[in-house]
């Protein structure tokens, strides 16, 4: 059987065997008048087969050979001849279609592919300068480094150099070539060259010694005055000089470009001189650099003009490299420079990226730069800039692993160098796994992977990966589990003073407590132990990316001692993937939280549940508390247990609420508005079924399971609008009316006594944070009946009531007790809250008065007021008495007004017109915003609080809880008092009527 044109169907087969995609195309271009000598030939077959794409190689090939012309022998002759030769053309070829182009340009550079000699397999910056010894002009200078690369492709490709020699030569050629480009630039201004002594100081993967194909080329440069010459004078000499040199690397022209090169870490970036004299940076670092420019630094290497002022510069800068870790804001500084990388991936390539992503080439470096700023202070033999060079160093002196070493220089190996073949295809600058199919086959095919080449580079990536990923966080933990496991680890042990030194680097600001912990937690050879060494080094880095290291560290320590025999606990947490993440966030954001877990340990449970951390279904939280107090055997008993079901469920609140589960929707954002209103509703909820707990069981003590009156309690405040925060009083109004048959005495006394018993038992001493009972707003005040009958308040209400008191009631909500009495509560009270026409002119003004009064008179003293939250401007009782006033005025008219939450009625009042949309929105956005700082105050301290702490990590902690960086307090409270500002600009036109 033939195919068309006559050709055998077993060579199409042969060729598919090989390799190639579109066999019968390839057969065509065998036939190809130029390439019929080697249509036949199987070695020559069997070369192209080897290649990451035998077609694209094959293509190229014939490209080649027709632009030879007349000169395509040679290159046929000494490809049969030659293996070597083979292997790398062909290789090159078949992986990049860029240097194909190249060839097809240049095709007298194939003939840079036939030495094989020890000299040629790795070239140093003697070789490449050798090989642009000759160039006159940039575009010269571009053919020449473009030659250099093909033959540096072309031992990446065939195996002879591997990847840690492959981006050594690339930065040896970049070194080579800066210092042809400087050389041009003065060629072109000898007049400029005679005024300085200008250095070039490669930063980046170029002084790292570990370049990509395709990769800025960062540097720095450095200027002094030339014998004679003003300083200033040789400063703008340099200056253009660096700018010339630059402009020959980094423009396009008909041969292409170089590569960019980019001065940006000089000292202010791109807002900063060009070029400075030493004793310039000197002063900069000294007074202004910050924590990520030394970190750059570790990589200075003086690679191009002045040698002597360039090593001048790399050994003076080089004792403030090793002393960064010292600084106040180390740590804080490093990881938040990660995280803004890692924000900074579209959304869209996360799944892509190699360099910047989870198990990424950068978490490596990340890593490797960290424990080389901490470690290398007292340890020389650390300050390699060489990532695999440092790493092999912190392996050999103990800071890290052999074996833990030994797997991050694999994975970091082989992303590096599908980093590299990505980039060698076009010759362009991505970290990015290509998406179409036949770029991953080619890929894949590069890195060995034949038989199934997609799937087999899919596998790899994902586990080294995971590996990075793993080891990312090992790196930094598991020395420090084997300097306090008392265990024989097989390896050079961290000395106590490394381990205190890379603890107190990473945040923690009491190291030696901090290993007391450790080794508490995870020394010995008990299956406990052996746990907790395997979650520990996971578990610390979640405590130092926290606000309070030491703090999360201390609290999982007394939560293990709490729980440490309970089979359950450390399974759970090595087992669940989001409980041992959860509890580090929940013990490190504030005390709240560990505090009512070491009183309810079995409540860590809830983090390992997918809904555990959802809010509980009021019903079934009050049904729940009552048959715990049904349980009891008296009141304080019953009250006890009723507070050991809110003590679960404000554990369950709070820790949701730190982890950020009640402000998403699957796969949404936070969204703090609704955080608050979760946590609002979830509070409210449960505060009432304490209360409903309280009730039943002081009832219960005396009179049984009836009281001779209906009774019920009525929410007001920030309990009837469920707008609870964690520290949040319950304001309420107590309610009965006698049953049939019983005097208004005997039911009046029975109320009181009710109420009375209520706020005992929840005044009972205890360590959660109280449930305090407030019925200072009940008519007459504090001076009033504590409880009254529904017809003494309508008759009240009906004769003696004043202004503030119909503002109160518009939160007026039932929360326990007689639901049908609650509801005729709310229809009694609804005309003189809600009345028709409104309030009149002096009852505004009275309002207004008593605002202005308040704000006078209650603010502490001492206090700012643009920061206090509850009475400050733009604070809480800003926005609310304004929603109020707007209430009172139209809620008659307008059903949808007559609500007891203040974001509602906003937003109703927003949608009847009565109020802008952007003055709304400003509004809201205050309230929101200071509910949220009382909530974080509370969360963090442990105790209520209307301002912002002042001791520094209490203050850091809000700001996390808040969502700000580490270190951007400053720019936290700026914004608080920016929102509050705009909001109190509203309340003064809205409320005051001021325009």
């Keep these: 059987m033939t195919q068309s044109g006559g050709r055998p169907d077993s060579r199409v087969r042969r060729l598919l065997r090989h390799g190639f995609s579109d066999p019968a195309s390839a057969d065509r271009l065998l036939d190809s008048e130029a390439l019929v000598p080697l249509r036949d030939d199987t070695l020559f077959l069997d070369a192209l087969g080897a290649t990451a794409d035998p077609d694209l190689a094959l293509v190229g090939l014939l490209r080649l050979v027709e632009a030879l012309g007349g000169e395509t022998q040679q290159l046929l002759d000494a490809l049969r001849a030659s293996k070597p030769l083979r292997d790398r053309l062909l290789g090159v070829l078949g992986a990049s279609t860029a240097l194909g182009d190249h060839l097809a340009t240049h095709p007298a550079d194939w003939q840079a592919l036939v030495t094989y000699e020890s000299a040629d397999l790795h070239p140093g910056v003697a070789e490449f300068e050798h090989a642009l010894r000759d160039v006159d002009s940039p575009d010269a200078l571009r053919v020449a480094y473009r030659g250099a690369l093909l033959s540096i492709a072309a031992r990446d490709v065939c195996g002879t150099s591997d990847i840690a020699e492959t981006a050594a030569e690339l930065a040896d050629l970049a070194t080579a070539t800066l210092r042809s480009a400087l050389t041009l630039a003065e060629a072109d201004a000898p007049e400029d060259a005679a005024r300085c002594r200008l250095a070039v100081i490669a930063m980046g993967k170029c002084g790292g010694h570990e370049l990509n194909y395709v990769s800025d080329v960062d540097v720095i440069f450095v200027g002094e005055a030339a014998a004679g010459t003003d300083e200033d004078e040789a400063v703008r000499a340099a200056t253009r000089l660096a700018a010339h040199m630059m402009r020959i690397c980094s423009d396009t022209t008909a041969e292409g470009t170089i590569w960019p090169v980019d001065a940006n870490l000089r000292p202010e970036g791109r807002n900063g001189p060009l070029v400075r004299t030493l004793s310039s940076h000197l002063a900069y670092y000294q007074r202004w650099a910050k924590t990520w420019e030394f970190q750059a630094l570790l990589k200075a290497r003086a690679v191009a003009g002045d040698e002597a002022l360039g090593e001048e510069y790399v050994a003076a800068v080089a004792p403030m490299v090793w002393q960064a870790a010292e600084r106040e804001n180390f740590v804080t500084d490093v990881q938040q420079m990660r995280r803004r990388v890692i924000a900074s991936i579209p959304a869209a390539h996360v799944e892509r990226e190699l360099k910047l992503g989870p198990g990424g080439l950068r978490d490596v470096e990340f890593a490797v730069q960290l424990l080389q700023l901490v470690h290398g202070r007292s340890d020389a033999s650390l300050r390699s800039p060489t990532t695999l060079e440092a790493l092999d160093a912190l392996a050999v002196g103990g800071y890290v692993g052999r074996q833990d070493a030994a797997a991050l220089d694999a994975a970091y190996r082989f992303l590096r160098t599908m980093e590299h073949r990505i980039q060698l295809f076009r010759m362009r600058r991505t970290h990015l796994m290509p998406e179409a199919e036949e770029d991953q086959r080619r890929l894949g095919r590069s890195l060995g992977y034949r038989s199934e080449p997609i799937a087999e580079l899919h596998k790899a990536w994902r586990r080294h990966a ?3 990923r793993r080891l990312h966080e090992k790196l930094f933990y598991r020395p420090l589990l084997d300097a306090v496991a008392q ?14 030194q890379r603890l107190e680097a990473l945040g923690y600001a009491d190291p030696a407590a901090a290993l007391r912990h450790l080794e508490a937690l995870a020394s010995g050879v008990s ?9 520990l080094p996971v578990l610390l ?5 926290s606000a309070d290291p030491d703090a999360g560290l201390l609290a999982f320590r007394k939560v293990s001692d709490a729980l440490g025999k309970t089979p359950w606990y450390l399974r759970l947490l090595r087992d669940e993937g989001a409980a041992a993440e959860n509890l580090a966030r929940v013990l490190s954001g504030g005390r709240l939280a560990p505090d009512l877990l070491l009183r309810a340990p079995e409540a860590v449970a809830l983090l390992g549940d997918e809904g555990g951390l959802r809010p509980r279904d009021p019903a079934a939280l009050a049904q729940e508390t009552l048959a715990a107090v049904g349980r009891a055997e008296d009141a304080e008993q019953a009250v006890a247990a009723a507070r050991g079901v809110r003590r679960r469920e404000l554990f369950r609140t709070a820790a949701g609420d730190l982890i950020g589960a009640y402000g998403t929707e699957g796969s949404e954002p936070q969204d703090p508005a609704v955080a608050i209103d979760r946590v609002g509703d979830a509070l409210t909820d449960l505060n009432a079924a304490t209360l409903a707990g309280a009730l039943r069981a002081a009832v219960r003590a005396q009179w049984g399971d009836e009281l001779p009156t209906r009774f019920t309690v009525i929410g007001m405040g920030r309990f009837g609008g469920h707008e609870m925060g964690y520290g949040s009083d319950a304001d309420v109004l107590f309610v009965h009316e006698p049953r049939e048959g019983v005097s208004e005495h005997e039911a009046g006394k029975a109320a009181f006594a009710v109420a009375t018993e209520m706020r005992r038992l929840l005044q009972l001493p205890t360590a959660d944070p109280p449930l305090v009972m407030d019925a200072d707003l009940r008519p007459e005040g504090k001076s009033g009946s504590l409880a009254r009958s529904l017809a003494s308040y309508e008759a009240y209400y009906r004769r003696w009531s004043v202004v503030w008191e119909s503002q109160a009631l518009l939160r007026a909500e039932p929360v326990a007790g007689d639901a049908d009495l609650g509801e005729r509560f709310v229809e009694l009270i609804d005309p003189l809250r809600y009345p028709e026409g409104g309030p009149d002119e002096d009852a505004v003004r009275e309002i207004r008065r008593l605002k202005a009064r308040m704000e006078s008179e209650r603010l502490p003293r001492g206090a700012d007021p643009t920061t206090h939250t509850k009475l400050g401007r733009g604070g809480l ?5 304004t929603v109020q006033l707007l209430q009172m005025r ?34 809201d956005e205050a309230w929101v915003l200071a509910s949220r700082v009382r909530n974080a105050v509370m969360l963090v301290r442990g105790r209520p609080g209307d301002t912002f702490p002042s001791e520094p990590r209490e203050l850091a902690a809000v700001g996390r809880y808040l969502g700000y960086e580490p270190g951007h307090v400053g720019e936290m409270v700026d914004d608080y008092r920016r929102v509050t500002r705009q909001a109190r600009g509203v309340v003064e036109r809205l409320f005051y009527d001021a325009e």
Aim: net charge positive; no cysteine; proline share 4%.
């Design 541 to 545: 880095g979640w405590f130092a990316d």
């Design 466 to 468: 995971a590996a990075v």
């Design 527 to 535: 299956r406990k132990a052996a746990i907790q060494r395997t979650l």
């Design 890 to 923: 139209h809620g008659h008219e307008i059903p949808e007004l007559r609500t007891p939450r203040t974001r509602i009625a906003l937003a109703a009042a927003r949608a009847a017109g009565l109020v802008g949309a952007e003055d709304a929105r400003t509004l």
């Design 487 to 500: 265990l024989d680890v097989g390896e050079v042990r961290l000395s106590p003073k490394a381990a205190g």
């Design 877 to 881: 009782t800003d926005v609310e008495w």
